[in-house]
Structure formats: C-alpha cells, structure tokens
C-alpha cells in the first residue's frame, strides 16, 4: 500500500543509524515498565473548563511570579516569538461541524464547556518601547485555515494551515500583514482524531524547514493508506521544494525544538488511545533523521499494538525507544528549551513541555507544565512540575483551563498559552 511504501522509504535512512542507535537509546531511555494493554478498562473522562476567575492564577514553584499577559482570546492556541521580541498568536482550535457533535453520542461533543471553532487568526503582541511591557495588540493575519505553526525566515513570514504551508512578504514594523500568502506546500488534511496542528520551525542553519504532521486516527482503524505523509516530521527547503520524511511512526508530534547549541531536534508526542488508563506514555525525544517510532504498529519501542498484531514485524523491530515518558494520556504539547539566563542556573537549557490534559483515563492526567533538566545537551534529571493548579476538583473532573505552548520572551520571563480558558500566562523570575 503507498503508505507502508512511504513508511519504507523514510526507513531506509535510518538502518544506516541503527548499529549506534542503539547505544544511544541504551544510554538514554528511561527504565519504564508498562502495563499489559487493556489491563484496565478504557474510559472517557472530559473535563470541564470553568476558566479562571479574578485573582486566580497558576501556581509556579518559589521564586517565581505568575502573571496574566493576554485574556479574551479564542483558542490562542501556539506562540511564537519573532527575532525583533514580537509575539504571534494562533488562534484556532479543532473544529467538528455542530450536527456531527449533536449526532455523536459522545459526551465529549455534547459539552458545552469544550469549544470547536476556530477564529482563524493571528494576533500580534508588541512591546513598542522595549521596556517588557507588550502594551499593544493587532491582527496581523486573518481568514486562515485552522493556523499553527509560524515562523519568520529570509523576509517572509511562513504560517502552517492545517492543509497547506504558506508564506507571507515580511516586513518587522508591519502590525498588519496585507501581503498575499504563497502556498509553498500542499499538506494533508482531515481525519477523525483531528490532528490538525501542523508546526514548523526552521534548523539552527536556517537552511532547512521541519514540519509535524499528526496521524489522521487513533491507530490506523481507518486504514493505513488513509496516514498518506502522516505522523511525520517532513523536510523541506524554505521555498517549498525538496520534501522528505525525516521521521516517522510519530502519531501525533506538536512541539519541536532544538537543543541550544546543538544540532539536536526533540518533538513532544501525543500518543495512543483506548488500551487502559495507563497506556501509552506521551513522550519527548530526541529525533533521528530516519527514524522510526513505532505508530502505529508499536508504541514506546517493540511494545506491539494488539490491533495491528502480527503486520509489520519489520517495522516494529526497527522502532525507536523514546527518550523520556510523561505520563499517559496527558495530551504533551508545547516544548520548549529555556536559551535565557534570567531564570536560575537548574532551568538554563532545560526543556519546558505543556501538557494540555487527559480525556481518556479514569483520574485527570496532565493539565501542567513540567520541566527536564538538561546538562551538556542530554537530560540529566526526571520531569518535575513546572506549572500547576490548572485541576479545581479532580473528582468533578473541574478545571480551570488547559495548557498547550510554552514560548521563552527576550527579557527570559515565559509564556503559557491557556487554549481553552482564552488566556496566556507570564512566568517571571523574581
């Protein structure tokens, strides 16, 4: 089928890594045991957002002051950060279509807590006198296609559509883009998980473009040939041309960075569903040009999904271990490495990852920012909670909102975008 051709083909760059790969996970991965799949009862367990009243904040670790940066969005959903201090926004969200959601017996749809539109848009943020103070706010690009992933290369300002990768002519001191965006890459759409978050970022060379693309289901239960270019991170040149998978078996990457002074990439992923409460870990790792991660044939190496029990051993014997586990069903997001120096020495190069939130587990899983330690490029500690009291009531499954980005600020503060409760938070040293 093309798929598994196309699978292949991104496999063929990485047998030729595998013979010291495999050091390399040995060294790396972290000492997890998993349950049997369906050790426990697969359930649906959706929050519901109450938003943040007046006073109320996150809570961040001593030392530190949490602040509101921006409110009344909707669904500001990504943040990036311009070379010139600008903050974009994207605000969009997944969009199901209102008799879909009425038909569905899922209670998931029915909520009104949960919202399935998307305002299309990105929002501009400009600290005008540099002072640190972003006093003024604009929409800089409207009437896009469920937008994510933004970038700023070699004068043009590139958004990734959920079904396309545009760019724009890009001017700094412009607060409205005007310009006419060139499609430069045809992207695959639709699906029933709705995987719609496409996010770009360019190498440290800027040579070259990196682009996720989530799978169009759970596992395949559509078909194979329907993931046709996705759950990869695909490579192209910045005017569009040269596309190649760089990896693959990745259901659902979002975030993506690089190691600060490395050539090192690390993508968050979103895993799998529906085989317990405690499977499968969502992971960030390390990413092998060529690599292959298991989606949807294993998860979390040669752990072999029963649903696709017996159809590619090969595959599932060349999948890649991940490099750190965050927890099932936590819906990992947003990564980000911490290149400033205003917080303490711990947090300087040390991974920042959002974790938007569990809705397929019994007790509530996620709803935080965590932090990894890195020394000399690798991790050298385990996650530990960066960003807390998103949870009101477990046992009513009540939360305040649901973070998703983690963006660094030029002044070393950061932000926390809050899809859901339309706000974004600013963490600062004190």
């Not at 990439?265 to 990413?287: C, F, H, K, M």
Request: glycine residues 10%; contains cysteine.
């Amino acid at each position: 089928m093309i798929v598994n051709k196309y699978i292949s083909k991104s496999l063929k760059f990485s047998l030729a890594l595998l013979s010291t790969a495999g050091s390399l996970q040995a060294q790396n991965k972290e000492n997890v045991t998993l349950p049997e799949p369906y050790a426990t009862k697969s359930v649906q367990n959706f929050c519901k957002v109450v938003g943040w009243k007046e006073g109320e904040l996150p809570i961040a670790p001593k030392g530190f002051t949490v602040s509101k940066f921006a409110g009344e969005l909707e669904n500001p959903r990504w943040l990036y950060v311009a070379p010139n201090g600008d903050v974009f926004v994207a605000e969009a969200g997944t969009r199901i279509p209102k008799k879909k959601r009425e038909d569905e017996k899922d209670e998931f749809f029915k909520s009104k807590s949960q919202n399935f539109g998307s305002a299309n848009r990105i929002t501009l943020f400009r600290d005008k006198n540099k002072d640190g103070v972003y006093e003024s706010k604009y929409s800089y690009l409207n009437n896009l296609n469920q937008p994510f992933g933004m970038l700023v290369l070699d004068g043009f300002f590139y958004v990734a559509n959920t079904d396309e990768l545009l760019r724009f002519p890009y001017q700094e001191k412009d607060t409205i883009n005007s310009g006419t965006g060139q499609k430069i890459l045809d992207l695959p759409a639709g699906g029933y998980n709705n995987h719609w978050t496409r996010n770009i970022i360019t190498n440290p060379e800027r040579t070259k473009i990196y682009i996720t693309v989530g799978s169009a289901s759970n596992v395949a239960e559509q078909g194979i040939e329907t993931e046709f270019k996705r759950a990869n991170i695909l490579e192209i040149n910045p005017d569009g041309s040269g596309e190649r998978i760089y990896a693959s078996g990745l259901r659902n990457p979002n975030g993506i960075d690089w190691v600060p002074g490395t050539k090192t990439l690390w993508t968050a992923v979103n895993e799998r569903d529906d085989l317990g409460d405690e499977l499968v870990p969502d992971y960030v790792t390390s990413v092998k040009d060529g690599g292959f991660y298991g989606w949807p044939y294993s998860y979390f190496g040669q752990h072999e999904d029963p649903r696709h029990k017996g159809e590619r051993p090969d595959l599932v014997a060349k999948a890649i271990v991940p490099d750190i586990a965050l927890g099932p069903h936590t819906a990992s997001l947003g990564l980000t490495f911490y290149n400033k120096k205003t917080f303490p020495k711990k947090y300087r190069n040390g991974m920042f990852v959002g974790q938007h939130g569990s809705w397929n587990r019994a007790e509530l899983s996620g709803y935080k920012v965590v932090f990894i330690p890195f020394r000399k490029g690798k991790p050298s500690g385990p996650p530990e909670d960066f960003l807390t009291g998103f949870i009101v009531d477990a046992s009513k499954s009540l939360v305040h909102g649901r973070p998703v980005d983690v963006a660094v600020l030029p002044d070393g503060s950061i932000l926390v975008s809050d899809d859901s409760a339309k706000t974004i938070f600013q963490i600062k040293a004190q």
